[in-house]
Nanobody, 122 residues
Framework: QVQLVESGGGLVQAGGSLRLSCAAS????????SGWFRQAPGKEREFVAH????????YYADSVKDRFTISRDNAKNTMYLQMNSLKPEDTAVYYC???????????????WGQGTQVTVSS
């Protein structure tokens, strides 16, 4: 069984920062590629960021590339999303996802967390 639990969401003013965490209940998190999606009310879920198993390669949606940073700590079985310079359009439920070896495709995950709400006020 694989469980992913997001945390760290909340309400923040535009220009502020939040750090999201995704705790993975797996034996060896280094065996999983992972990333973040988000879904705003009335919109489809969209890709945000991806990180390779070792953390050596990262990929970002253009809308967040210069503001968000994805990282992971495999020893802690945890992935992070540091969000800076937040904008109202970043308001969404953020979901973490993961996929086990041998899947390595960006944005393609087999397991998902329940999501954490991020609200950015004007």
């Amino acid at each position: 069984q694989v469980q992913l639990v997001e945390s760290g969401g909340g309400l923040v003013q535009a220009g502020g920062s939040l750090r999201l965490s995704c705790a993975a209940s797996v034996r060896t998190f280094s065996s999983y590629t992972s990333g973040w999606f988000r879904q705003a009310p009335g919109k489809e879920r969209e890709f945000v960021a991806h990180i390779s198993r070792s953390g050596g390669n990262t990929y970002y949606a253009d809308s967040v590339k210069d503001r968000f940073t994805i990282s992971r700590d495999n020893a802690k079985n945890t992935m992070y999303l540091q969000m800076n310079s937040l904008k109202p359009e970043d308001t969404a439920v953020y979901y973490c996802g993961a996929a086990p070896w041998p899947r390595v495709e960006v944005g393609k995950y087999d397991f998902w967390g329940q999501g954490t709400q991020v609200t950015v006020s004007s």
